[in-house]
Nanobody, 115 residues
């Protein structure tokens, strides 16, 4: 199993970024996908989740209405569209999949929101 995030970077407050998570080594379309983030000195927190078909999504309150999780099962890729970014969104963002009770994580991608 491999999860590879990309798309992070430095953005000004109010800006947008789209993160991608390229998955391999498992049947991507059969498992929920999640995005987590971890800010310096803080615990890793769940940001968003999406079901296997992409029809049901859930978001943490701090990102509700600003972030959108999606997936393309044909491309084995999950996405996190982040709009109206705030300095508090600064963190390392991780892609996650739980496969048969085992948690798998990507290496993370840094998102920094600063003027």
């Amino acid at each position: 199993v491999q999860l590879v995030e990309s798309g992070g970077g430095l953005v000004q407050p109010g800006g947008s970024l789209r993160l991608s998570c390229a998955a391999s080594g498992f049947t991507f379309s059969s498992f929920f996908m999640r995005w987590y983030r971890q800010a310096p000195g803080k615990k890793r927190e769940l940001v968003a989740s999406i079901d296997t078909a992409g029809g049901n999504t859930n978001y943490a309150d701090p990102v509700l209405g600003r972030f959108t999780i999606s997936r393309d099962n044909a491309k084995n890729t999950a996405y996190l569209q982040m709009n109206s970014l705030k300095p508090d969104d600064t963190a390392v963002y991780y892609c996650h999949a739980r496969i048969w009770s085992t948690d798998y994580w990507g290496q993370g991608t840094q998102v920094t929101v600063s003027s």
